[in-house]
């Protein structure tokens, strides 16, 4: 078992910035991909990041690319998402999981472990 604990969500304003941290505990998070998904009210769950178990390999969503990194600490089981230039439409809750043999690359990924997630609210 992986447990996944997300944090650093809140309010911001359009154009500010957030960083989310997932703490992972349980078994050994270097053999882990990692990824960071979404959903907003009424919608459905949609994929944002993804990072390969070295922190080698990193994907984004088209609507997120130039503004999100995604980064990983393997000696502290973090995995991170730095959000820059956020907009209304990033409102969501945030979730972090985990994969032992896929990195999450786009939405409906079958991720083994998911976190309870963190709530981001842009206000324009």
């Known amino acids: 078992q992986v447990q996944l604990v997300e944090s650093g969500g809140g309010l911001v304003q359009s154009g500010g910035s957030l960083r989310l941290s997932c703490a992972a505990s349980?078994?050994?998070?270097?053999?882990?991909?990692m990824g960071w998904f979404r959903q907003a009210p009424g919608k459905e769950r949609e994929f944002v990041a993804g990072?390969?178990?070295?922190?080698?390999?990193?994907y984004y969503a088209v609507s997120v690319k130039g503004r999100f990194t995604i980064s990983r600490v393997n000696a502290k089981n973090t995995v991170s998402l730095q959000m820059n230039n956020l907009k209304p439409e990033d409102t969501a809750v945030y979730y972090c999981?985990?994969?032992?043999?896929?990195?999450?690359?786009?939405?409906?990924?079958?991720?083994?472990?998911w976190g309870k997630g963190t709530l981001v609210t842009v206000s324009s």
């Open positions: 349980g078994r050994t998070f270097s053999n882990y991909h």
């Open positions: 990072i390969s178990w070295s922190g080698g390999s990193t």
């Open positions: 999981a985990a994969d032992r043999t896929v990195v999450p690359v786009k939405s409906g990924a079958p991720m083994d472990y």
